[in-house]
Every structure is written in structure tokens, then in C-alpha cells.
């Protein structure tokens, strides 16, 4: 199964709305001066104030690094062409150590905390490149890459010294293994079994599930995800799946959502949900399970979109663990994570639109009801336009028009989002009975240009309970993680959520009854429009 092509696709609606506000806050904000950008790579960084968060320069290169993947997610999502790319990446080649660092001198001797956050900083700037080289096929940054991948593979072993894990706290190799997903894009590129080695050895490191932070976690495990795309590993996908059984029973909340650390605690972050929404929707691609694309929807509309500040920037909301959510958008300048959500968010947007649609060569999938176009190669020489046309959720009705070069037969499998009541689907206004398979309607036809397929859902409205446990009773750093024993019935907190479809409504837990009312729109956040109902 493929998602769409960069360039293949044009989003419209909610979706483009919240990436332009992306846009508009990565592209005119003083903050990503290019003093600012580069000062994580030297080798003797520069405190920067107002603007410098206490540890970013920790995590070498996680600045520039993800400042250009937004960038990058940006002129894909957008199809433009933004001069700054280059300009940051060219900045930043200059920068790197004969040896392939960035940044201070290391020795990855001291089991020193910064060794593992460079690891995790350098893992964006590997990506970056990677991204670069795919855009312009300039050699300098696919070198680039390689120079920094050689440096890992030689400092690696480091990590798993018993000494070395001693002295770090729980889940640290997370932070080591979320280079993953760069390696193996460097194989896919290079085609060098030493690159695929290395990829190996990173699955066999990475931690199964336990009480760690959920952005590195999930970005270790969308690596997996990519080296089962690459190998067709049974294995890889097993200790995946397995893995997300865990996580969707103890972690994801009732809205969709998750926490900054598993299983729960007091905040989300806008990296983590970005994360869910990317692992879920490489699990669909992985299995085809309709459950999957489910997940990936709610975790967007209830918790990512729900981390937009009104700047267009992404924060983390507090108090989630008691059914409130106070968030950036209360506090638009103070609280948004422009050093790392803000980045990061924009990277999810862009992967949820290139799955709106997914194909091969004789099935296209319909997953996520946002208003689109989209126009690829489903077979050699046969070219296929496809329009959706919808306002879902807020209207009921979605409309499919299927464009054709020619007449031709293929499957078309529309997702029956698992909290619909009743759908009824018509093919050019007359009643079609599908076959339904792993949450989708299937019709398989010949196709011809001007096809419409008209899908009605009736939405339905739910109320659920769900028992937290285990809770974190800290929001700092996953170095000083502690849970709540469960004693007794005060010590656990009852989640209710009341929903409609995929949306949120309103969540409350026993302990602090309150109810937070969705933002639909972004229109909505400037005028602040958030109602609190004790």
C-alpha cells in the first residue's frame, strides 16, 4: 500500500487551515533566527536569551533539525518552493565535525545525560538531510548523512555498556533508538547492508513498552514500523503490534489522545500526539486494518488539533489526567513548545494528507474525510483523479468523485469509522450494497470518468467510562517518574467522555469534574472560544 506522492495532492478545509497557521508562525516568528537555528551544532553554543529553553542546546542539533523538517513538511504539503530550506541546510553543512558530530566534543565516555539527548538532537538533523537529498539530489547532504550515521554506529555500543545504564533513568535508550527511522531511510537510499545492520541492531534495542516518555517511545517505534516496510520482517511487526495492544489498553485516553509519559500523567505533548497519529497510520498501511486509521483520526481531531496555540504554534495541555485541559491556548506566548511541537506537529499534518488516500496497483483506500484532490499513478501509464468533497464531521455526507485516464476496474474501499450507526452508499444516486472487510465498504467495478460515489453517515453519540490507574504524580523529566500505588478507589480516577462520531464533547474524571468543549475551527482559537462548564 503507498500514500500519496509529494506533489500528487491538494488538501482543503480544516487541515489546510491548521498547517497555513503552521506556516505562517515557523516562517515569521523572530524566534528561528539562524543565529538561533545554528547555535545547537557549534561547538561551543551560546546562551540566547530571551528565546533559549532551558536543555535545548542539550540535544545537538534538534533545532535545526526540526525547524528544516518543518520547512520540509511545508513546501510538500503546499507544493512551494521556500529558499530559507536551503539556506538553513547549507549553514549547517559547514558545521559538521570531520568526524560526523555536531556540536561539543564528545567522548560518550562519562555516561553523561547529554550523550543520549545529542543522540536523540542529531536524529532530526539525519532526517533533515535525508529529506534534503530526496528534494534536490544535492550530494552534500546524502554525505552528510552517511558521515553521521558512521559516527553513530562507532559510539553506539556505548550506550549499552551495564555501567553506562546504570547511571541513566528509566527509558533512556529511547532516546538512542529514535534514529531508527533515519537509518533505514538511509539504507532505502544507499542500498548498503552496513546501514541495514545497523538498523538491526537499533529494533533489538528498542525498549518494550513501560513508564517512558511518549515522543521518543513512538518515534523508536515508527522506526520499526519502517524497517518492517523495508524487510517484511514478521517479527518487527509482532513486536509492534504487540506492543500498541499494551498501549491502546493502559495509555491512549478515551478522547483519543495520550499522555507525555506512559501510562498516564498530568500533560499531553503536541510531539506525542503527532507521534500516535504517525504510528497509527503506518499501522493501517502495515495491516489494512480500519481500526487503525480510527485511532490516527480521533488522536487528530481531539488531541493535535487541540495542541494549536492561536499563533499557529503547538503546546501540551495540562490537567488532562483529570478530564480538564488547560492549554496554550489560554496562554498563547507562554506556554507554546516552539522548540520542539511546534516543529514537530507539522511533519503529522503533512502524513495525514498523504494518507487521505492510499493505493496499489488495484485497490484505492478512502481513510480520512477531509475535503482533497489527488492525482497519481495507479498502474503503469493509467493515471486516476480522485475528489473528495465533504464537511464531515460536522455535515454527515461525503461525496467521491473517481476520474479515470480510461475506463478501468480497480476496488474502492471507503472507511465506516467504527462509532456510525447506520451508512447508507449510493454510486452515481442509486443504492449500492458493498462488501464490508477490516472497517471498510469495498466495490470493485470499472470505473469510469465522472463516477461519484455518495456515502451518508449517521454519527452516534457516545458516552464512556474508563478507569486511569497507575498515574504519574510528575510532569518533569522522566528521571524522576512516579506512580500512584493503587490503595484504593481516591488513589484511581473514573474518566467519563461523552462524544459525537470522532469528536470530543466533553470529559470530566471524579476527582476534578469539568468540561471542556472542542475547538472545531481555527477561527474558533482566535476568538478563544472555550467553554468551561463546572
Known amino acids: 500500500m503507498k500514500e500519496l506522492p509529494y506533489g500528487s495532492f491538494k488538501v482543503f478545509g480544516e487541515l489546510s487551515r491548521r498547517m497555513e ?14 543565529g538561533y537555528l545554528l547555535n545547537d551544532t557549534l561547538s561551543a553554543p551560546k546562551q540566547i536569551e530571551p528565546e533559549a529553553h532551558p536543555g535545548v542546546f542539550g540535544h545537538t542539533g534538534q533545532q535545526s533539525g526540526r525547524y528544516l523538517l518543518a520547512l520540509i513538511a511545508h513546501q510538500c504539503f503546499f507544493g512551494l518552493q521556500i529558499p530559507r530550506i536551503e539556506r538553513i541546510a ?8 570531520p568526524d560526523g558530530n555536531f556540536g561539543p566534543l564528545r567522548t560518550i565516555s562519562s555516561a553523561h545525560r547529554d550523550d543520549f539527548c545529542c543522540m536523540s538532537g542529531q536524529s532530526w538533523l539525519l532526517k533533515a538531510f535525508l529529506e534534503l537529498y530526496l528534494l534536490f539530489k544535492e550530494q552534500p547532504y546524502l554525505e552528510a548523512a552517511m558521515r553521521l550515521v558512521d559516527w553513530y554506529k562507532r559510539v553506539l555500543p556505548a550506550f549499552d555498556r551495564p555501567e553506562y545504564k546504570t547511571q541513566q533513568p528509566p527509558g ?17 537510499i544507499t542500498k548498503k547492508e552496513k546501514y541495514l545492520d545497523l538498523a538491526n ?3 533489538d534495542l528498542t525498549l518494550p513498552y513501560g513508564p517512558f516518555h511518549t515522543h521518543h517511545f513512538l518515534s523508536s517505534y515508527r522506526g520499526l514500523l519502517d524497517l518492517y516496510e523495508t524487510t517484511k520482517s514478521k517479527d518487527v511487526l509482532k513486536k509492534v503490534t504487540s506492543t500498541w495492544g499494551k498501549i491502546k489498553k493502559e495509555a491512549v485516553l478515551p478522547t483519543g489522545g495520550i499522555c507525555e509519559l506512559f501510562p498516564i500523567s498530568p500533560r499531553d505533548e503536541g510531539c506525542s ?14 495491516t489494512g486494518e480500519g ?84 492525482r497519481f499513478e495507479l498502474q503503469k501509464d493509467m493515471l486516476l483523479e480522485v475528489n473528495v468533497q465533504t464537511r464531515y ?34 454510486i452515481n444516486n442509486i443504492y449500492t450494497e458493498p462488501t464490508f472487510e477490516k472497517g471498510y465498504a469495498s466495490f470493485s467495478r470499472i470505473w469510469k470518468k465522472g463516477d461519484r460515489v455518495q456515502v451518508r453517515f449517521t454519527l452516534r453519540y457516545r458516552y464512556e467510562k474508563t478507569q486511569l490507574n497507575n498515574i504519574h504524580t510528575t510532569e518533569d523529566s522522566e528521571s524522576n517518574v512516579k506512580t500512584t500505588p493503587e490503595v484504593n478507589a481516591k488513589k484511581d480516577r473514573a474518566r467519563q467522555t461523552f462524544s459525537y462520531g470522532p469528536l470530543c464533547l466533553a470529559s470530566e474524571s471524579n476527582e476534578a469534574p469539568l468540561a471542556l468543549k472542542p475547538i472545531a475551527s481555527v477561527s474558533e482559537y482566535h476568538n478563544f472560544d472555550v467553554r468551561f462548564i463546572h
Open 21 to 34: 497557521k503552521s506556516y505562517h508562525r515557523l516562517m515569521t516568528s523572530k524566534i528561528y533566527s539562524l
Open 90 to 97: 547549507k549553514a549547517v553543512l559547514v558545521e559538521q565535525r
Open 172 to 188: 533512556y535508550l529511547s532516546w538512542v533508538t529514535m534514529n531508527l527511522d533515519g537509518v533505514v531511510l538511509l539504507y532505502r
Open 201 to 203: 541492531y537499533l529494533a
Open 273 to 286: 500526539e503527532a507521534d500516535l497519529v504517525r504510528v497509527a497510520l503506518s499501522l493501517f498501511r502495515a
Open 291 to 374: 481500526e487503525f486509521m480510527d485511532m490516527a483520526e480521533r488522536a487528530l481531531l481531539n488531541a493535535l488539533f487541540m495542541d494549536q496555540v492561536p499563533n499557529g504554534g503547538f503546546t501540551f495541555r495540562k490537567n488532562i489526567d483529570r478530564g480538564r485541559a488547560t492549554s496554550g491556548f489560554l496562554h498563547a506566548g507562554r506556554d507554546e513548545a516552539f522548540h520542539c511541537c511546534t516543529l514537530h506537529a507539522p511533519q503529522a499534518l503533512l502524513k495525514a494528507a498523504q494518507h487521505l488516500i492510499t493505493f496499489n496497483s488495484d485497490t484505492v483506500w478512502i481513510n480520512l474525510f477531509f475535503p482533497c484532490s489527488a
Open 393 to 426: 464531521p460536522q455535515d454527515e455526507f461525503i461525496q467521491i468523485i473517481i476520474n479515470p485516464q480510461r475506463k478501468q476496474k480497480f476496488q474502492l474501499k471507503v472507511r465506516i469509522p467504527e462509532f456510525v450507526n447506520f451508512t447508507e452508499i449510493s
